[in-house]
């Protein structure tokens, strides 16, 4: 339902990050923020790369990286390529955000808080919001969660070494699980049904398969033949 002012689609993108989407990203950071301080960062560099990178997958390859005695060219290759997942997420949600005369200085700018979380609330909420409470919702929760996110890190830092690594290493495995729910509940057509159940299929096969390049196949797959069977009963309806 459209709010009542782009103020009030503001707030309620902040009141949307509240709950369980600051509950994930602050238990995946301080996960992060335990594998940083083991590589040898301080906690200003800790905090700084959640600014920076903004992805936790990204972030930890660095720590991981890093103290392996990596070249840093090679770390920012490596995490400009983990972060190509964004494209495709900013390529579909732009157009939803770019309406209403919308500058180009301001979609530049939120693409900077465009990350998983942000783009699966924003495209559920904002193609049914009016073209002027779009981009108050989506800055709402994408300086809500960016804001929660600094603090979580440097208190994962601190609490570093007191928590099991298994508990650590389950603190940054739970974003995947989060996310997965996120797109059940918001997969409204069948084409996205298709391409979660073949997706939890492949996935896990194909990984067994080919660990470095399993998931990035079974995406393709499963988002390929989700795709082919969408169109398929679309023409099936369409000669019924």
């Given amino acids: 339902a459209a709010f009542a002012s782009p103020r009030a689609a503001m707030l309620g993108g902040v009141r949307d990050a509240f709950g369980l989407p600051i509950v994930g990203l602050a238990a995946t950071l301080i996960g992060f923020a335990a594998i940083a301080r083991e590589a040898g960062w301080d906690i200003w560099v800790t905090a ?5 990178v903004w992805a936790a997958p990204a972030q930890v390859l660095m720590a991981e990286l890093y103290t392996t005695g990596t070249a840093i060219a090679v770390i920012l290759l490596g995490v400009a390529v983990v972060n190509m997942r964004f494209l495709p997420m900013s390529a579909s949600l732009m157009p939803h955000l770019a309406v209403g005369g919308v500058s180009r200085g301001r979609l530049f700018y939120a693409a900077i808080f465009i990350a998983i ?7 559920r909420r904002c193609p049914h919001l009016p073209a002027d409470q779009r981009l108050p919702y989506f800055f709402g929760f994408g300086h809500t969660v960016l ?3 600094v603090p979580s890190t440097m208190i994962g830092y601190v609490l570093a070494g007191t928590l099991p690594e298994p508990v650590t290493l389950g603190l940054v495995a739970m974003p995947p699980i989060f996310f997965g729910l996120v797109f059940i509940d918001g997969a409204k057509r069948a084409a996205e049904g298709w391409a979660l159940a073949l997706g939890a299929i492949a996935g896990p096969l194909l990984y067994l398969a080919s660990h470095d390049w399993g998931l990035m196949i079974a995406g393709v797959v ?3 033949a989700a795709y082919a069977i969408d169109q398929r009963r679309r023409a099936q309806g369409e000669k019924a």
């Fill in 117 to 123: 979380m942000n783009w699966a609330y924003s495209m």
């Fill in 48 to 52: 700084a790369s959640t600014v920076l």
């Fill in 147 to 149: 804001v929660c996110g």
């Fill in 222 to 224: 499963a988002g390929s």
